[in-house]
């Protein structure tokens, strides 16, 4: 089986290739391991978030609702400019600016019941804009309810912040004020897998490939006793045994370092979906393989194909924060599925109808992206031959 042996002979070649990228993989995951908290308590704690004020109202009701949002959150005054407003939320200054409106207590003191309905900017696309929108509109509500009874605004707003004092036990249902959710840092391992399999398989057979498909390297073959039937089967059988190497290694490397550590983790769920993304990495070195005409652009194209799929797919940068705009582009990654499927079950101890549909759903993802892209490649590949 020469073609197979030239695989194998490749890969070895690549070796050390392939051990700098485990290594950076493994720095990565320990470095997360490290800067990230892996455990939460079985209590809740009200979030703190960084809130700009703008007081158009300057009256006793907008006064005692500073002091209510100072008692929970950290606040600092914004000068009234839109520009100053922008620039605060742009760079993070604030992550919620409250302007409280001119005649704000005028109108809460009607008793048409009708109030001025107060301004914000918040971050796009975080849950801190509604959780202070909750702590500011429950105020409001409560201090009226109070003004209603009789009392003064100012008796009311004393009234309802002493209220807001009180503050209920809560605790996370089938766990104790003992018991911690931990989370293993295998899950951190396999977070950032796709990038060194991508680039390592991109390499691998991408070089493979390259070598066999040369114009007279591809003559004398085609010139050979051995039928094309066979010679195409023994790349199949090469490009495989290879990804079900790389595969077998990595995921033994994560079991072995972090086994004491799984608690309750689905593993079969875990390296279901590792496997299957390796597979699309699998078409993805192919094609590059076929499209490549270099060793210098395959290598070129690995890093471009690996570090793009990361960043956009939500492996280098979470894909809550994600610009909504790239969203779109995201959803037509494999990693975007991989990711997904990573935190359902990594954050789930028992998979549910619906949690397992979703898995299996974003499996099919990966499995069309893979099936498309090789489909490409074979195209490619018969398009070259015909021009040879």
Request: with cysteine; net charge positive; aromatic share 12%.
């Amino acid at each position: 089986m020469p073609v197979f042996r030239l695989y194998l002979k490749i890969t070895k070649s690549r070796l050390g290739f392939i051990l700098m990228y485990i290594c950076i993989s493994l720095l990565i995951a320990f470095i997360l391991i490290k800067a990230i908290p892996t455990q939460t308590s079985g209590s809740f704690s009200d979030s703190k978030v960084p809130v700009g004020i703008v007081d158009r109202d300057h009256s006793t009701l907008s006064k005692e609702l500073i002091k209510y949002v100072k008692s929970k959150q950290p606040v600092h005054m914004v000068t009234d400019s839109k520009k100053v407003m922008e620039d605060e939320i742009y760079y993070g200054t604030s992550s919620y600016i409250l302007i409280i409106p001119k005649g704000l207590e005028k109108s809460f003191a009607n008793k048409d019941g009708n109030i001025l309905d107060l301004q914000n900017l918040k971050t796009p696309n975080s849950s801190d804009g509604a959780f202070v929108d909750n702590q500011i509109n429950s105020y409001i509500t409560s201090a009226k309810a109070y003004w209603s009874s009789g009392l003064t605004i100012k008796g009311s707003c004393e009234k309802t912040a002493e209220t807001m004092k009180v503050k209920g036990k809560t605790s996370i249902l089938g766990s104790d004020n003992n018991s911690t959710n931990k989370i293993s840092p295998l899950y951190y391992y396999i977070y950032i897998l796709p990038y060194p399999i991508i680039c390592i398989l991109i390499i691998v057979l991408g070089t493979t490939l390259l070598r066999i498909y040369q114009p007279e390297v591809k003559k004398k073959n085609y010139a050979s006793a051995m039928p094309l039937k066979k010679f195409n089967l023994q790349i199949i059988l090469g490009s495989f045994t290879i990804t079900l190497g790389i595969f077998a290694i990595l995921s033994a490397i994560g079991i072995i370092l972090f086994h004491k550590t799984l608690g309750n983790v689905n593993l079969g769920y875990v390296l279901l979906n590792l496997f299957i993304f390796t597979l699309t990495a699998l078409a993805i070195g192919v094609f590059c393989g076929f499209v490549s005409n270099s060793l210098n652009a395959l290598s070129g194209l690995s890093n471009v194909i690996g570090l793009s799929f990361c960043f956009l797919g939500g492996v280098f940068i979470e894909q809550s924060v994600l610009n909504p705009k790239i969203l779109p582009i995201s959803k037509l990654l494999p990693t975007y599925y991989f990711i997904n499927n990573n935190d359902l079950v990594f954050f789930n101890t028992s998979l549910s109808h619906s949690n397992l549909m979703t898995y299996f759903s974003n499996c099919g993802m990966q499995l069309i992206f893979a099936a498309a892209v090789f489909a490409i490649a074979l195209v490619i590949s018969k398009r070259k031959t015909v021009l040879q």
